[in-house]
């Protein structure tokens, strides 16, 4: 499968802005989408945004909207995740997700269409 590596985490005030990356290596010919989860200390890792491997979709969840964009550069393999607007609940290890699931577009935001991840990056925000 995927292997995935996220970077750019860090701490940062709220309202500040943090960008982060995931390389991708291996088979990622047979990728349809990459996308981005979160998961809090003592929470359940919850869907951010994903964005088609092919024709660049995305889909975001509903309270990152307007904050947060998915962009990707397929040449370099690489996804991207940009963050505005930083809010203290934003605190969380964030997971770049791949799928190989033909089907994963019926339920995007679902943890279980994914089938491959990274290790995870901290983002803390302050205040």
């Known amino acids: 499968q995927v292997q995935l590596v996220e970077s750019g985490g860090g701490l940062v005030q709220a309202g500040g802005s943090l960008r982060l990356s995931c390389a991708a290596s291996?088979?990622?010919?047979?990728?349809?989408?990459m996308g981005w989860f979160r998961q809090a200390p003592g929470k359940e890792r919850v869907f951010v945004a994903v964005i088609t491997w092919s024709g660049g979709n995305t889909y975001y969840a509903d309270s990152m909207k307007g904050r947060f964009t998915i962009s990707r550069d397929n040449a370099k393999n690489t996804v991207y995740l940009q963050m505005s607007s930083l809010k203290p609940e934003d605190t969380a290890v964030y997971y770049c997700a791949a799928t190989r699931r033909s089907t994963w577009w019926r339920n995007p935001s679902g943890r279980n269409e994914y089938d491959c991840w990274g290790r995870g990056t901290q983002v803390t925000v302050s205040e």
């Open positions: 291996g088979d990622t010919f047979s990728t349809y989408a």
